[in-house]
């Protein structure tokens, strides 16, 4: 064949596809979502997410050390409460001396450098499950936002380095960076979950913080999963409202989606790797269809490929471990 182009000239090499790869990851844009549970000693199974936990705050140090050496520096909490703290309001939000508040201090304390992301939403501290106050069966924001603004105040006092509103309450960046601003924590970042869809792949998560909705669905807050511009418009409204960094969840059915805000914002853009995924990921390999390491890594590559700068991903420590094996 009389070819002037053969792009296969530029795959013949291990050395030379290196060379020419588009797509860069580094550990530093890995961050590890941590699950909290009550006690001393604790290291709970979470069945749907094979080698992932719910710890006591003493056990989660020692993970956190164990991130630490392999490189990943940024973390992400979340708490599972027992019933007794949960009511219609959410008030276990606001204890400074909760679970949550107290392992900030307890990470901060031990490991100073690293960065505290925390998770700003009512679902771990409601009895009804939800993001937000329920009244009559009806989510209502602004009393939400109010609880959401105290809420992201006691994380800032108790270490967190960034507050990331998961709730998709409207305004709720707004009234936080103006709380935040009042009580002097005005180098607090805000991720908020800009774009975060009514999912189907945030069953095994919600299993791991016993917070699944008593009644309904989260759809009157959540985006509906078949609309692309309205994600931009979530992402310049909070833009518009004091947002440090944005995010897109999911990540693997909405990579187009992340390609559109990374081309509509300046500011960083995050994904997550949600706990769906990952539990199909390790579904699949128990079932012996596909090779896990090899799906872990194209996986994450490929929401790094569409544009995140950022990636939040329960298989943050074994992608740690591939990236230093294949280190050049």
């Not at 128990?286 to 790094?304: F, H, N, Q, W």
């Amino acid at each position: 064949m009389k070819l002037i182009q053969r792009p296969r000239r530029n795959r013949k090499t291990e050395a030379l596809r290196q060379m020419v790869a588009e797509t860069d990851l580094r550990v530093s844009q890995l961050v590890l979502p941590l699950f909290l549970c009550e006690g001393k000693g604790q290291q709970q199974v979470i069945s749907s997410m094979p080698g992932i936990y719910r710890m006591s705050p003493d056990v989660l140090l020692q993970e956190v050390g164990k991130a630490v050496a392999l490189g990943v520096k940024t973390f992400d909490l979340f708490p599972a409460l027992s019933e007794v703290h949960k009511d219609p309001y959410g008030k276990e939000s606001l204890n400074p001396n909760g679970l949550l508040p107290t392992t900030l201090k307890m990470i901060r304390d031990k490991f100073p450098d690293v960065t505290l992301i925390s998770d700003v939403a009512l679902d771990p501290y409601s009895s009804d499950g939800h993001d937000g106050i329920v009244k009559n069966g009806k989510i209502l924001n602004d009393e939400t936002v109010e609880v959401l603004a105290k809420m992201a105040i006691v994380h800032a006092q108790a270490g967190a380095d960034i507050v990331s509103p998961s709730d998709m309450m409207d305004g709720r960046v707004g009234a936080i960076r103006e709380a935040l601003d009042q009580e002097g924590f005005i180098d607090t970042g805000i991720l908020s979950y800009s774009a975060k869809y009514a999912s189907s792949f945030y069953g095994p998560f919600r299993e791991a913080l016993d917070s699944a909705p008593k009644f309904g669905d989260k759809k009157t807050y959540q985006m509906d999963f078949r609309n692309a511009r309205e994600a931009l418009r979530e992402v310049e409204l909070d833009e518009l409202e004091g947002a440090d960094m944005v995010m897109v969840k999911p990540a693997l059915s909405y990579l187009d989606i992340i390609a559109d805000v990374k081309a509509h914002t300046h500011l960083p853009v995050a994904a997550y790797n949600v706990s769906g995924e990952y539990g199909l990921i390790k579904a699949g390999a128990k079932a012996g269809i596909i090779d896990e390491t090899r799906a872990m890594v194209e996986t994450l590559y490929s929401i790094r490929r569409a544009g995140a700068d950022v990636i939040f991903t329960y298989f943050a420590l074994p992608m740690a471990e591939w990236l230093a094996a294949h280190r050049n």
